[in-house]
Structure formats: C-alpha cells, structure tokens
C-alpha cells in the first residue's frame, strides 16, 4: 500500500516504518528469511495479528518477499528484499544507540 512520495524522507521513511514491530521484524530477517512462527517467537509480545498485518504492509511497500512452499504441512517464509536490506544499517545503528541509552546513567 505505497502512498505517495512526501518531500521530506524522514517523514517517507516514518511512514513505512509506522510501528516499532516493523523494526523488530527488520532485526529478525536480518540473518535470512524466517518463517512466520519463528517471527512470531523472536519478536517478543507481538500478536499474530499484528504480525500478519505488520509482514503484509513490509511486503507492499517493497520491504519483504513472502515464499509460499507447496508441501505437507505447507509453510512460509519471508525475507528482505535488497530495499529492505538497505535497513540492516539502521537497525545495527539503533541496537549501538540502545545500547549506549542503556548504559547511561539517567
């Protein structure tokens, strides 16, 4: 569900990215595609259905592929695409800021 392009790409970017599930979902295909239970475990308190709603906005905006595997039991299994690679920096960079956050004496 793309939308138009906004002049400013903070607000682009915050628009796509409109929910910290999405970051974490980034940080977990990070190392390969995932299937949709391994996401829904790694990602700590995330319901199924935000889940689902979370990996289908990824996946129309470009972010994720979703492989569907014809067999007994079927499953599924996403991954980033080279745009939603292009986020692996970020999320590395988040993770050394929440580290030093924690870290800080406040």
């Known amino acids: ?5 906004v002049a400013c790409p903070v607000e682009e970017a915050a628009y ?3 929910n910290p ?16 239970g391994e996401l829904r475990t790694s990602v700590n308190n995330i319901s199924p259905r935000v889940l689902s709603g ?3 906005d990824m996946e129309d905006n470009g ?3 979703k492989k569907i595997y014809a ?3 079927p499953h599924t299994e996403y991954a980033l695409t080279s745009l939603g690679q292009g986020l ?3 999320v590395n960079e988040l993770a ?11």
């Open 21 to 36: 599930w999405k970051i974490l979902i980034v940080r977990e295909l990070c190392n390969g595609p995932r299937r949709f």
């Open 71 to 73: 067999e007994v039991p």
């Open 63 to 65: 972010l994720l592929t």
């Open 96 to 106: 050394r800021w929440g580290l030093k956050y924690q870290e800080a004496d406040l």
């Open 88 to 90: 692996i920096t970020i």
């Open 16 to 18: 796509v990215l409109n």
């Open 54 to 56: 979370s990996l289908r």
């Open 1 to 5: 569900m793309k939308r138009k392009t």
